[in-house]
């Protein structure tokens, strides 16, 4: 899961490069928090996961459960890190902000690329 997570990190961040070459700046952090927003709880994520899979091995937790409550908190903290992004920063630029989340979402169908 967490090979998974880097190929968003690194999607992001050409998409970040590519923002500051086109567009300066403001479009590179844009993009940046706007990918970041989707990472940081995915990340968060997969470390619980790791750490209730230990846990669940032994029968004291519903994994089931958990993971969907885990995966509840991610969205919101996704949507929260959206939120606080557009606060933070009033000239934030539109495109290269959501091109970041897409970036982010998007990393799943490049991973079949990266199998091994």
């Not at 997969?46 to 509840?72: D, M, Q, T, W």
């Not at 934030?92 to 091109?99: C, D």
Request: net charge positive; hydrophobic share 60%.
């Amino acid at each position: 899961m967490l090979k998974a997570i880097m190929l968003q990190l690194s999607l992001v961040l050409v998409v970040t490069g590519i923002a500051l070459f086109a567009g300066g700046m403001v479009a590179g952090v844009s993009a940046l928090l706007g990918g970041l927003s989707y990472v940081l709880p995915s990340l968060l994520f997969a470390i619980r996961l790791g750490r209730l899979s230990h846990v669940a091995a032994h029968g004291k937790v519903s994994y089931p459960v958990e993971f969907f409550v885990g995966e509840a908190i991610k969205v919101v903290s996704t949507i929260g890190l959206l939120l606080l992004g557009h606060a933070l920063m009033p000239g934030l630029m539109w495109g290269w902000f959501l091109g970041g989340l897409a970036a982010a979402l998007q990393a799943g169908f490049f991973a079949f690329l990266f199998k091994h």
